[in-house]
């Protein structure tokens, strides 16, 4: 069997597609850090410190989905150790807390939001715990790690992602946890078979940055050795350090899933890329930074690179220390919205001629007008070359092209370029790898009658599920 046979032959999970379909989500930072002024805790914190006296989480969930995310994933329990549910395994929680009286439990809260505004609920959980004495202990902590986690995944409806980061540092005595991955996988598995586990797990991979930087091409099918990369404890942070949060993907990996780079690996996984940063400087809250919420233009760019680059886009945005977020976060969160509906409004292509040179009975080029999977294009057997081009009776102004490939069919695109007509001759404007499943080129306002789509060369015959041309 050749390379390309074995590469196409990797398909995403039901749920691992899922995941992807929701493009855009939150991560929130939240826990006794918003009181303390710091980014991480040390395990030594007075639950009585913990008291966001005017907490709304339907106010977090209403701001999130002005920005069209799709979904939350909550901090249930950072590097600090402090639960914000009434965990039972621990006195080092909510519940401890002045928060509703000592009743208080901001996992139910949030998860409760999210089904009342539509949006998908998941949890981070640190393996590496600084209140717990058991840390360190091997097998022992590991039970209460998993208590922790099963009441997180039993207690709270559909969980669609548990987020690990493979934080690992010393306990109080002085030895680092050995984390039990496998049987962690195990218990969400049996008790949340549709969530996805991320970073530190088999479905969803860290793009390798904590900052928003991006890779020119993100592939989804890469070696099976890369589930294990963040696992590894020596590479993993062990102390609060900015050079972590901010360090750059470097030119030796910038390239994970050609040909080239997978012609000499023998297994295979679909492991496609998030890329998660913070709306602001730090994860969680410091008042000294509401005046420091990243541009509009920024986060744009981070979206079109992720988003736009066979990634998904997981934004974090931390409540203050009453329990909100804040006014200029908010706001940023509502410009993203509206920039991106405006960038999306208009579908050209649903009055353009749309014509392939080549196609499958059955798969032709009308399949790639509506979003979906039920209807594609492919091209002809033993053609891994095509021309897509959508023309207009007068010239329209296009702002951006997006294309899907089907990957329930794999991952097969490996190059294609990106054609304007003008002056009755097409003119290159972008060349690029990866389609996957979404690709969006920025063609910025250009006048034309038409857009050409060059596919330069494929795994096997290149699909498409959809094709779509954006007035811009």
């Known amino acids: 069997m050749t390379l390309d046979e074995r590469l196409v032959k990797v398909v995403p999970s039901p749920r691992q597609l899922a995941h992807q379909e929701l493009e855009f989500y939150a991560f929130i930072h939240f826990t006794v850090n918003a009181f303390t002024d710091r980014e991480w805790g040390d395990g030594t914190e007075d639950p009585a410190i913990f008291n966001p006296e005017k907490l709304d989480a339907e106010q977090w969930a209403r701001a999130v989905q002005s920005a ?14 402090f639960c914000l549910w009434p965990s039972k395994f621990t006195e080092h929680s909510v519940a401890s807390s002045p928060f509703r009286g000592g009743h208080g439990d901001v996992v139910r809260e949030v998860s409760d939001a999210c089904r009342k505004y539509g949006l998908k609920f998941g949890v981070y959980l640190s393996p590496w715990d600084r209140n717990c004495p058991l840390y360190g202990q091997g097998e022992a902590y590991d039970d209460y790690f998993v208590a922790q986690l099963t009441e997180l995944l039993t207690n709270y409806g559909e969980i669609f992602s548990v987020w690990f980061d493979g934080a690992c540092g010393e306990g109080p005595n002085g030895k680092r946890q050995a984390y039990d991955w496998d049987r962690y996988d195990r218990v969400i598995r049996d008790l949340q078979p549709g969530a996805c586990i991320s970073v530190c797990g088999p479905d969803v991979r860290w793009c390798g940055n904590e900052a928003g930087y991006t890779r020119p091409a993100e592939w989804s099918v890469v070696p099976q050795r890369m589930w294990n990369t963040e696992k590894i404890a020596a590479k993993s942070q062990q102390s609060d350090d900015a050079s972590f949060r901010l ?44 005046d420091r919420v990243r541009p509009l233009e920024e986060l744009l760019r981070i979206y079109y690179n992720s988003v736009g680059g066979n990634a998904t886009f997981l934004l974090n945005i931390p409540p203050t220390d009453e329990g909100l977020f804040h006014e200029n976060d908010v706001e940023r969160l509502r410009e993203i919205g509206e920039a991106l509906r405006k960038a999306f409004a208009v579908n050209l292509t649903a009055d353009a001629s749309l014509t392939a040179d080549s196609e499958e009975a059955g798969c032709v080029i009308d399949g790639v007008r509506e979003d979906g999977y039920d209807a594609f294009w492919r091209a002809e057997a033993g053609k891994n070359t095509a021309e897509i081009t959508a023309r207009w009776e007068k010239p329209v102004s296009v702002g951006n092209l997006v294309m899907k490939e089907n990957i329930t069919l794999s991952q097969r695109i490996e190059a294609f370029a990106v054609d304007v007509l003008e002056d009755g001759e097409f003119r290159e404007v972008f060349r690029g790898t990866v389609v996957g499943y979404k690709r969006i080129v920025r063609l910025g306002g250009i006048k034309t009658n038409a857009v050409r789509v060059r596919i330069l060369d494929s795994r096997t015959e290149p699909t498409l599920a959809f094709f779509a041309v954006y007035e811009g």
């Open 68 to 81: 069209g995310m799709r979904g939350i994933i909550l901090t249930c329990k950072h590097h600090d150790g």
């Open 247 to 290: 360090r750059r993907i470097s030119a030796s990996d910038n390239d994970l899933g050609s040909r080239e780079v997978l012609k000499d690996e023998t297994d295979f996984i679909w492991y496609a890329a998030e890329v998660n940063t913070s709306i602001r400087p730090g994860w969680f809250w410091h008042a000294s930074e509401n």
